[in-house]
């Protein structure tokens, strides 16, 4: 095994980790709830204001991806790619709501009050992550 290799199955490796030491809860939220939700918006495409909805649901899950290479696992960091994305996507489908029918309407609703549920604790994390990163800044002289 190349050094490289071994340093990116480490990486994984403790992404993982982290991953499954989260609450129980969370990991089924993100696997089963959050990432599939998210993801669904690409079944819809075609579908009135489609590409935005999909580009907004998963911009914010993607920009997780350098984060959890960074931090090696999982942190209250990964919050912040979802704040702008996410209230972009819940005011749009809640108050400039596309024209929706049958699967594509009920999915609507489903991911705006998935990303509505997610954006509560994402805003509480990402404050949590900027006022420990204030506590760790020195002062400047």
């Not at 990991?27 to 204001?49: D, G, H, K, T």
């Not at 999909?54 to 984060?67: E, F």
């Given at each position: 095994?190349?050094?490289?290799?071994?340093?990116?199955?480490?990486?994984?490796?403790?992404?993982?980790?982290?991953y499954?030491?989260?609450?129980?809860?969370?990991?089924?939220?993100?696997?089963?709830?959050?990432?599939?939700?998210?993801?669904?918006?690409l079944?819809?495409?075609?579908?009135?204001?489609g590409?935005?909805?999909?580009?907004?649901a998963?911009i914010?899950?993607?920009?997780?991806?350098?984060?959890m290479?960074y931090?090696?696992?999982?942190?209250?960091?990964?919050?912040?790619?979802?704040?702008?994305?996410?209230t972009?996507?819940?005011?749009?489908?809640?108050?400039?709501?596309?024209?929706?029918?049958?699967?594509?309407?009920?999915?609507?609703?489903?991911?705006?009050?998935?990303?509505?549920?997610?954006?509560?604790?994402?805003?509480?994390?990402?404050?949590?992550?900027?006022?420990?990163?204030?506590?760790?800044?020195?002062p400047?002289?």
């Amino acid at each position: 095994m190349t050094r490289t290799s071994h340093q990116e199955t480490t990486v994984l490796r403790d992404i993982w980790i982290s991953y499954r030491s989260q609450p129980l809860w969370v990991q089924f939220w993100v696997a089963l709830i959050l990432v599939p939700v998210n993801m669904a918006s690409l079944l819809f495409l075609n579908e009135p204001m489609g590409l935005w909805i999909a580009i907004l649901a998963n911009i914010a899950m993607l920009s997780n991806l350098p984060i959890m290479l960074y931090e090696r696992g999982f942190t209250n960091a990964m919050a912040l790619p979802h704040i702008l994305p996410w209230t972009i996507l819940v005011y749009l489908i809640l108050f400039a709501r596309p024209p929706a029918t049958g699967l594509y309407d009920a999915y609507l609703w489903v991911l705006v009050a998935v990303d509505l549920v997610s954006l509560v604790f994402d805003y509480q994390e990402s404050l949590a992550w900027l006022k420990d990163r204030q506590r760790k800044t020195p002062p400047s002289a």
